[in-house]
């Protein structure tokens, strides 16, 4: 167990629709990280929080947000589903924002798109 | 911009045998980390080393190693005597500037597959 906890593990929905991605940091990490893992695009940055506030954006879609909250637990929303969303996505978190910090992933969301 | 190469798709092995995973960077910062990830057919992704820009040492651990030369921007991981729990995907990453406040983000590079037959 990472420290890391991701919800739901596996979640199955039709296109058109709306998820929402939970994620509770390891304690006393400040920062949390968002990562899509597909078979063609690979393990892509979406978005990083610090401390409740956005530090850096990736390759985040419209559709999707994110935020974090005062408890430090981040969702991932994402919207108006397509078959091209089916994904795992991970989050991770880390002490700080830094870029020397290892990151500590939970065990991932896999989203299946109907 | 930074990125990441890692040129090995899959590699399959016999066990005991003596794979490397080839890495390869690019960044125009002088400052950044590098990172190799475990993610085993579980499917959770594990870390298992970070080297700084400025440490060039290689290191050792037990029957893991990585080689990092800044010289041909390479940081490449070789597993001696290999076993069947070795099979996962292995992911290089790069720790690159983005964002406001100087933050950076990590860059992982395509992955390699690999198979340890018994």
């Known amino acids: 167990d990472s420290g890391v906890t991701q919800t739901p593990k596996h979640l199955i929905t039709a296109t058109g629709q709306r998820v929402t991605l939970r994620c509770s940091p390891r304690?006393?990490?400040?920062?949390v990280y968002w990562y899509q893992q597909s078979l063609d695009q690979g393990l892509q940055f979406l978005i990083q929080y610090y401390n409740g506030e956005e530090r850096a954006k990736g390759n985040i879609l419209e559709r999707f947000s994110a935020q974090q909250f005062p408890d430090l637990h981040s969702e991932l929303n994402l919207s108006s589903l397509e078959l091209g969303d089916s994904a795992l996505y991970f989050c991770?978190?880390?002490?700080?924002?830094?870029?020397?910090?290892?990151?500590?992933f939970g065990a991932g969301s896999r989203l299946t798109v109907l | 911009a930074q990125k990441v190469t890692q040129a090995q798709t899959e590699i399959s092995v016999v066990e005991k045998e003596d794979v490397t995973l080839d890495c390869v960077y690019e960044?125009?910062?002088?400052?950044?980390?590098l990172f190799w990830y475990k993610q085993p057919p579980s499917g959770e992704l594990v870390f298992l080393i970070r080297r700084n820009s400025f440490d060039e040492q290689n290191e050792i651990s037990g029957r893991y190693s990585w080689n990092f030369q800044k010289s041909t921007s390479s940081f490449n991981f070789t597993i001696t005597a290999s076993q069947v729990v070795d099979s996962a995907v292995y992911f290089c990453a790069l720790s690159a500037r983005g964002g406001k406040g100087g933050s950076e983000k990590l860059v992982f590079g395509k992955g390699t597959k690999l198979t340890v037959n018994p």
């Open positions: 304690s006393g990490d400040l920062s």
């Open positions: 991770a978190s880390s002490v700080v924002g830094s870029g020397a910090n290892v990151l500590t």
């Open positions: 960044t125009r910062d002088t400052t950044y980390y």
